[in-house]
């Protein structure tokens, strides 16, 4: 069956630096993905839709890509703030009913 | 907008006990999810309605758990009886329709322990 990975390890990085997630897929491509970031105690926030045809998307800091080559998506934070701190979520999404299946997220801590 | 609304936001029961979960999506939100979320995983899909109807529900332990959605809006999830395994968030989510790939809205969730 399909699985998304992500990396269990927390990702500790320096303010001002970028943060780089990665999320990896098994079997075959999803028609997209999203990214989703969870505070403790709430509910995932939609971030950002990469679909199987765009190579790369942007949204202010954040930047998403998708290597269908390397079954594989990197979310990008630039210039990262303590704020920045949460568990970010990739998911696939595939067939007509827009289901999603998430990996395990990872978590990123931002230090002043 | 207003968001997802669920309740309680914590429920401590002991197993074999009953249970039961509220959600209120959107409104316009066709599409409404329940998810299982256990700790230091990521959210597992249980349910997902299309209006009224169940278009989903390959992954419900139907022999314990049960969820409607009456008149496509609020949604109910019941977990009859309950075991410690069960203890998790349930979190609901709503969506404008499938065929957009809508980024989800979540609620906060209703975090369930079981002792």
């Known amino acids: 069956s399909q699985k998304i990975e992500q990396n269990s390890e927390a990702l500790n990085i320096q303010e001002g630096k970028t943060a780089t997630l990665t999320c990896n897929y098994t079997n075959y491509s999803p028609a997209y993905l999203q990214w989703y970031r969870q505070d403790p105690g709430r509910g995932p926030v939609f971030l950002l839709l990469?679909?199987?045809?765009?190579k790369e998307k942007r949204k202010e800091r954040l930047k998403v890509t998708f290597d269908t080559t390397l079954k594989q998506s990197l979310f990008h934070i630039t210039a990262s703030q303590p704020a920045d701190s949460a568990t970010y979520l990739c998911a696939q999404g595939s067939g007509g009913y827009n289901k999603l299946i998430f990996g395990a997220g990872t978590r990123l801590a931002v230090h002043p | 907008e207003a968001g997802v609304a669920q309740s309680p936001r914590y429920k401590i029961i002991e197993k074999r006990q009953s249970v039961a979960f509220w959600c209120n999506p959107i409104s316009g939100h066709a599409t409404l999810y329940w998810y299982q979320q256990i700790l230091g995983q990521g959210p597992k899909l249980l349910i997902q309605?299309?209006?009224?109807?169940?278009?989903?529900d390959s992954q419900l332990p139907k022999d314990r758990f049960s969820a409607e959605r009456l008149k496509g809006v609020d949604s109910t999830l019941k977990i009859q009886p309950a075991k410690l395994e069960d203890s998790a968030v349930y979190l609901c989510a709503s969506s404008f329709s499938p065929g957009r790939q809508d980024g989800y809205t979540f609620g906060s969730g209703t975090r369930l322990t079981v002792v």
């Open positions: 309605f299309q209006n009224n109807g169940v278009v989903d």
């Open positions: 990469i679909r199987e045809n765009e």
